[in-house]
């Protein structure tokens, strides 16, 4: 967070300074320009402001995961002018885009209403921001994947390829992993679906597959593994895929491509 | 960069180090799944693989700015399977991110084809990755606006406020600034328009105006100003504002909407 | 690595930067004073002198998990003599203990040999070198258990406590957490075990159970979860531990308490 | 410490975050499970604690230095269960080490009672650690050598090697070091002790002699120079030395080998 | 200034470790030596102390640009002995250096008393300390120029050489730079003055100029641009400089070469 | 080093980037414009530019300690423009201060002249800089005092208060440090330089006492002590004060305001 503001910041909001001394105080209120689910209000936007200034005082922040209207006052504080106006634009910054996040998280899982699925995220996400944009999918009412390469196996083409098979994959990959995680495997065809099943593989994803071929593959696991569909996954097709009987959809653009939702300081 | 590389990479890639050993060579290639502006083959791409095995070879990677169609290659590699896949994920967010800067960028710019004014970005970028989304949006054709609160001065409503006229702000600011640096003063109203050219300032900004009073502020100011538009400009709007006669059009989407361009890295 | 150097060297190697010039060259060998399994040559103590002095020349390292004898050299090395001065001292400490830990899971390794048992480290690491330490206990013929308090999950008392049954507890957190990550549960009864059973727990530990109930624990199993026992493991009890029918041995003092093994730098 | 937070809870505490919110409180305890010298429950176990919550109540916290036997309770703290979970394991593995090496010392100091010698510590400490290490030696009655290689200066046989003479090596590090730092030589026979005396050297290390030559070296020296005796000493063999009539005893094992001391963290 | 500490403190203070317990209370007081304009005593020394003990009491801290005489108390805080022996150089070093820099800048307002010319310093700073010494200017009277090589534009002669001249060096800087800042050219002819009016250079500096030469320049340039004074001005020369009717005169011997100011911290 | 180039470059040089292209080579050229003892070419200037691109090729590098005459070259430099530019700043400002400090250091020398006796600095040093600076202080031929508060010890007026008298803040001193170190005790009247002698001090220091007390100081010690000078040393009273008989002169002026000897980089 530090990083973020020396980022904005510089040496110095020269504006501001020329301007206003340290002892003038403000109030300023943050303001949903559209419909949104909050988030980070008070995890985010309140620490950047107080690592700026510890004494801020933060008169409302509203819940994480609670949907704002138009107009809804997400976030309100009390502090030094020079100090809200130095914050101003990171905690935007990032409430916008987490808020945007949770938002879009919350249409899928709106989408997919009643079925047993849940809505997990990926690791297509903005470099230096992986925890705070996964935290916004759990807001929004998603699942996380793996966080990273060492808290989950995934084995992919070419790891099945550098064995000659998926069952040699995953003999060596349990073999040298810690018993605490799971494997998880790609598959593209229901043969590999089959020889997931027979070495016992934890989690098998079908990637990109036909909604025909899911139910299949979800016939033939039959529960036996989680089953995960992943693959340009959008608002239209994720209900139909839901529907399929898999237990996961992963969906990159949770996090690579949610737009930032509008919200304003307003002063007061 | 080491940063981000941890953040995916954890405490290892459990899967690779199981699976395969230090010495496997492979070659990967970043493939354009959509057509694209490309940006960061060399600088960002490369120097991710560089940062895992300085030995890596880039066999080829795109120039900054040139245009990809689908199925286009845009970058090459030949080095160790585990520092490939160690990298992947981090390379790939990161050019599909600033691709899409640079792709929406372009698009814009393509709108105003022939008339005499800048795109420009804002401070609504990511936080950590500012340097790099303003460059994504200089190769995408736009301009930069100022990187951060201390290489430029952008006076208000509340300055002007805490100085009771946008005069008084002005000369307070000039006089404590250093001289290398313009002040560009925040209007909403032709009063303002007007004090503003009348104190002297470098750069007015139209703050949210109509088309009508946009074109009837440019013919006040008659060149004594740079003036630069700003407030929700879209792809649809943005013509329309640049033929009111602005200098510049900022655009905040460039750097917190643009979604993320689709590239996948293919084996070979 | 850059810390330790500097926590060794401070502003400088007084004695050696008063008597030798840079461009005296030396060669110095690590050379085992007792029996031990070798760690840390190739990637340990050549990069700490690579990291002084990035043309040092490596011209032998004894390869990860190899046994050594009194007298064997492990490693040696050609470069500058001020080089290979600041950097000893830090490169034996690191190799020392690091062997130290290999030596020490090589000898329960031993002790359990023909059975179907994996010794596991735990999270009692020295702060600052636990993936070193995991990475020693792995070369000495061990498994690693989860890496931090985010790459697994251990349900103890007091999160049993706090949700009034194990069932409660294991359903929270399966629901909260990535998919892609098993669930252990510690019990110290019969009754504790069986309800683990009961709610799919994918782990069972066994927390300082005599040889009696531990047996018992594992007929109940029965091959439904893994089974791991603990607590105060020594080189004397481990195969009785082991013929009880465990998975795993998890076993503190691999990491906390292997005292380092003498390894000598000697010139040449 | 905050990087040994970081190396033990990842991204997050997954099982804790999963079952506690961040308002239950809780209290933990302390308790020895053996007899032990206590060093680090206000310096250090306090801290771990603070650092992830800087409210959390220290109800007790035992003196550096006081004995503790078993059952005994060292330190006892009430703040959020989250905290307590989280910080557990690193403020446990760093008082578990250095009481561990509070402990080894205070037995050499028991074996050395009633004579005019010191037990000092080396610089074979553990990466990372050394200022807290060299603490816990100090609390358990020993004296701490130099810290790093700046600040002490150790003329050792390559030295000497290099200058021809033990002579010449003291004369140049005489001329280049600060003169607020002693100089100490590093030696194996009588003749290289009458050297030393000869040329005025400040602290004479006898470096692995036998008893007999030790006891020579003393009276050959008589008080001209400090005496410190090196080289594999023990808990059996360091009163022997100690009789000889060194003034300093410097010993390894107290910072690379002290077994961890057995600790818990209770709940109440 | 964590740093700053660190440099100064190195692994403790042994002699004030050795001598006072930490609960020994103490009271200091900064003393001018000599005369002397006051800078940093609240946001240098404050700060430095606390760093080292956040409970520390700052009874008084003169204002940043107030005059002091010999005898006169900058500064007075009462805490731990311990904590203001660590902390005392360090906070002497810097508010000795910096009001070294306010003294010797107000000296040169002083001299052009009356005269419209502001004073500016340069980027000939000591690396490090760009930030306060550019502040201890201002607190001094005088203005800051450029804070480094990305928030202004200074053409050099080797960028001009590589442009073929002036006026496409300008030219292509205008294209590529924010809008928010102003192009200055350095000259060293009347010619390339003429040049850098014509082609709307906003800041011309005058480098090492005759003074009958900078008249001649600022009477062609004639208001059009701001005129900067550069190159080995001293207290002798600057007022003369000042009579030539520039608009501001950059001094590098401010920042490089400003003699500390005697301060002494006193116990009571 | 490389924080003072980001303090000088900011988020890039706009001008330099505006106008040259990556490809182009240039020459740069160090050239002194005053007689000067040289320091750094080598070490800190051709590792400035180093940094910035790692195959830049030193032409000539002064050897340290060298004397220049004005227009004498100081160092040379081939490599793209953009380096040369980036780095210039930074090089110049650290070589300039630092040849300062070792051109002033060496005017000390010089009036010391046959008289057995040695300059030294202090702990008066630029914070950040310090281990440059006493680089350069024993370039010049001066001696380094302690670089920190932990490898020294200097016993004051405050240190002896809080102990009712020197023995025995010495003798609290010598149970408590490492027996590497000596004791230093800072005086100001014969009597306290009695009391020293009497307890075994290691080194005395005359604080600011006249010639002829240090005279009888000398006389009292008569060799059983380093007799150190300390006080407001100037280039005037340095060789009287060396006359009087004491080891060691101790000077802040060295580091704290040595001017910025003049050098400029010329372009060929």
Same mark, same amino acid.
């Given at each position: 967070?530090?990083?973020?503001? *020396?980022?904005?910041?510089?040496? @110095?909001?020269? &504006?501001?300074? $020329?301007? /206003?001394?340290?002892?003038?105080? =403000?109030?300023? !209120?943050?303001?949903?320009?559209?419909?949104?689910?909050?988030?980070?209000?008070?995890?985010?936007?309140?620490?950047?402001?107080?690592?700026?200034?510890?004494?801020?005082?933060?008169?409302?922040?509203?819940?994480?995961?609670?949907?704002?209207?138009?107009?809804?006052?997400?976030?309100?504080?009390?502090?030094?002018?020079?100090?809200?106006?130095?914050?101003?634009?990171?905690?935007?910054? *990032?409430?916008?885009?987490?808020? @945007?996040?949770? &938002?879009?998280? $919350?249409? /899928?899982?709106?989408?997919?209403? =009643?079925?047993? !699925?849940?809505?997990?995220?990926?690791?297509?996400?903005?470099?230096?921001?992986?925890?705070?944009?996964?935290?916004?999918?759990?807001?929004?009412?998603?699942?996380?994947?793996?966080?990273?390469?060492?808290?989950?196996?995934?084995?992919?083409?070419?790891?099945?390829?550098?064995?000659?098979?998926?069952?040699?994959?995953?003999?060596?990959?349990?073999?040298?992993?810690?018993?605490?995680?799971?494997?998880?495997?790609?598959?593209?065809?229901?043969?590999?679906?089959?020889?997931?099943?027979?070495?016992?593989?934890?989690?098998?994803?079908?990637?990109?597959?036909?909604?025909?071929?899911?139910?299949?593959?979800?016939?033939?696991?039959?529960?036996?593994?989680?089953?995960?569909?992943?693959?340009?996954?959008?608002?239209?097709?994720?209900?139909?895929?839901?529907?399929?009987?898999?237990?996961?959809?992963?969906?990159?653009?949770?996090?690579?491509?949610?737009?930032?939702?509008?919200?304003?300081?307003?002063?007061?």
């Amino acid at each position: 967070m530090r990083q973020f503001l *020396l980022e904005d910041i510089g040496h @110095g909001d020269i &504006t501001t300074d $020329a301007i /206003f001394s340290n002892d003038q105080e =403000g109030r300023g !209120v943050f303001v949903a320009k559209e419909p949104l689910v909050s988030v980070g209000m008070k995890k985010v936007a309140a620490n950047v402001f107080k690592l700026l200034d510890e004494n801020v005082q933060i008169l409302q922040a509203m819940e994480d995961g609670q949907r704002a209207e138009t107009g809804d006052v997400l976030f309100e504080i009390i502090g030094p002018v020079t100090c809200l106006l130095n914050g101003e634009r990171v905690a935007l910054n *990032l409430v916008q885009h987490l808020c @945007g996040i949770a &938002t879009l998280t $919350a249409a /899928f899982i709106k989408q997919i209403k =009643g079925l047993p !699925v849940q809505i997990t995220d990926t690791r297509k996400t903005t470099p230096g921001l992986r925890i705070l944009e996964k935290y916004a999918v759990k807001v929004g009412g998603g699942s996380n994947h793996r966080f990273n390469l060492s808290d989950g196996v995934l084995i992919k083409d070419n790891h099945i390829a550098a064995c000659s098979s998926i069952t040699d994959a995953v003999k060596l990959a349990r073999s040298r992993i810690p018993h605490t995680i799971r494997i998880e495997v790609e598959t593209d065809t229901l043969e590999q679906v089959q020889e997931c099943i027979d070495c016992g593989v934890d989690i098998i994803m079908l990637d990109n597959m036909t909604l025909d071929t899911m139910r299949e593959a979800v016939g033939l696991i039959d529960g036996r593994a989680l089953v995960e569909a992943s693959g340009g996954v959008t608002l239209d097709t994720v209900r139909k895929i839901a529907q399929s009987g898999v237990d996961l959809i992963s969906i990159g653009c949770l996090t690579h491509s949610a737009p930032a939702v509008d919200i304003s300081m307003d002063w007061q």
